[in-house]
Each structure stands twice: as C-alpha cells, then as structure tokens.
C-alpha cells in the first residue's frame, strides 16, 4: 500500500476497504465539529458510505483527478488529506484536509500538507498549490499561513453549506516559493 513518510509519529496511506470502519468511525465521533465546515458530513450513515467514498477516491486517483490520503498518527487513522483536484494542464494541485476533532492542536495536519505539498511538487511536478479554507474556520486558515503560503483572496459565498454559503478564502504556494 503506498504511503508518504511524515515523521517517526505520522505517515500518509491510501486509504483502502480496510478502512472504512475506523473512517466512518472519526467521521461521527467529529460530525457536530465537521458540519461546521464540510457540506458532505450528514450524507455519511454507515460504514458502506464510507467505504463507497473511498471507492470513489480510488478510482479518482487511478484516472490521476484527484489523490485521497488517510492521515495515520501513532498507527490511527486520524484524519484525511489530499489533492482534491489535480489540473495537469496547468500544473495545478487543490489541497483540502479534515482532522478528528480529538487530535487537534498536535500539528498533525500541518505536518499532513507539508508532506503532501512536497510529493506535489516533486512527483507531480506541479507549480502551484491551492489551499481554500472558509473564512471563519481560523484553525483550517493557519495551517497555509503556518506553511508560507500567500493569502489571495476571498471568494464570497464560494460554498453551500446545508443552508447558507459560506466565504472562501484562498491561498496559494509556487513550486519557487516552497522551502520544504
């Protein structure tokens, strides 16, 4: 199974069947918190939801549009991140990331996206990375800051989110700019 080494605590997997217990399981015990920010969180209702996510994202990878990693902290499935959207043409990654509430503020995710950014621009050779969080999710926000990424704006009312939008704000690394 491939996987992107972190650190001794952390490392990067694809997720896989196997996972979709322990996946649906960090999805509910977080729902309240991730609902805040993620409009897919109440179309998950079972394990078979979960598993056909990661179904989903498989094939996503394999036609090379997309690439989903499981975050694994100490052996633990913990959270989820990846390239939501690969835009070969243009040489464009578009990186999202969701973390079990309970392992919050360890610095796992930002380890998370430095990983992957740097498997972005050293296998894909991308150019640029995009990071879009919503406006008022300051937690998700720090994580580009935290990693130099440049603010660029905002895009108003850029999601629907179960019953109103929410603003986006935008940031984004140049392969130039990235000091791994």
């Known amino acids: 199974m491939f996987k992107i080494p972190v ?21 509910t015990q977080s729902k309240t918190y991730l609902r805040q920010w993620l409009p897919w969180v109440d179309d998950i209702l079972s394990v078979e939801d979960s598993h056909t996510f990661i179904k989903s994202a ?78 008022s999710n300051k937690a998700s926000a720090r994580i580009p800051e935290r990693l130099g990424f440049q603010y660029e704006g905002r895009l108003r009312q850029a999601e629907w989110l179960y019953d109103y939008y929410v603003d986006h704000c935008v940031y984004g690394m140049l392969k130039e700019e990235w000091k791994n």
């Open 7 to 27: 650190d001794n605590e952390m490392y990067l997997r694809i997720l896989s069947s196997r996972d979709a217990s322990d996946l649906f399981n960090i999805t």
């Open 58 to 135: 498989l094939q996503l990878q394999q036609e090379q549009k997309a690439l989903t990693m499981g975050v694994f902290y100490e052996d633990r499935l913990v959270g989820v991140v990846g390239f939501n959207a690969l835009d070969f043409k243009n040489k464009i990654g578009f990186i999202g990331y969701w973390l079990h509430q309970g392992e919050q503020g360890k610095g796992i995710m930002t380890r998370a996206v430095q990983a992957l950014i740097s498997y972005g621009f050293s296998y894909y050779r991308l150019h640029r990375i995009d990071i879009r969080t919503a406006a």
